[in-house]
């Protein structure tokens, strides 16, 4: 099956933008469309005391502002569907964001952590490729040499 509709998560990390990179060359060779999520974790503890409703206003803009660069960036690599910043954790976000645009593919970055890094941290994309309705590709970046 060839992907129509790719789904990539965007941290802003440069892992995250490798991924979309890589997403943009596979969907220009196939005539993919390319949707973009972004997760605002507003539900932590440790977050609701300190974040008002304007400073989570205000990153929702930034992050869809941050969101609309890269695809004006890479507008002429391949086409852009949907673009989301979505409150929820990362995990969630991008499970209901491949269900509301039909993905059959999420491409992911991920660190390629071990041991106990990953432990302690955990694996977004380890998840994702649990609970995802789709195939999910991760996409690790390329040690700078």
Not at 1 to 30: Q, R, W
Not at 34 to 56: C, K, R
Not at 57 to 67: E, G, M
Not at 133 to 145: G, I, N
């Amino acid at each position: 099956m060839i992907p129509t509709n790719i789904l990539v998560p965007i941290d802003f990390s440069p892992c995250a933008e490798h991924a979309l990179d890589y997403a943009c060359a596979l969907a220009g060779k196939l005539g993919a469309r390319i949707h973009l999520v972004n997760a605002i974790a507003t539900t932590l503890p440790e977050l609701s005391i300190a974040l008002t409703d304007q400073m989570i206003s205000t990153w929702r803009v930034n992050n869809a502002a941050l969101l609309d660069k890269l695809v004006a960036d890479r507008r002429s690599l391949a086409t852009f569907g949907e673009v989301m910043v979505i409150d929820d954790d990362a995990r969630d976000a991008i499970v209901k964001a491949a269900r509301s645009v039909r993905a059959d593919l999420i491409i992911i970055g991920t660190h390629g952590r071990r041991g106990i890094s990953r432990m302690l941290l955990g694996s977004v994309a380890e998840d994702v490729v649990r609970r995802a309705p789709c195939p999910v590709l991760a996409v690790r970046q390329e040690p700078k040499s």
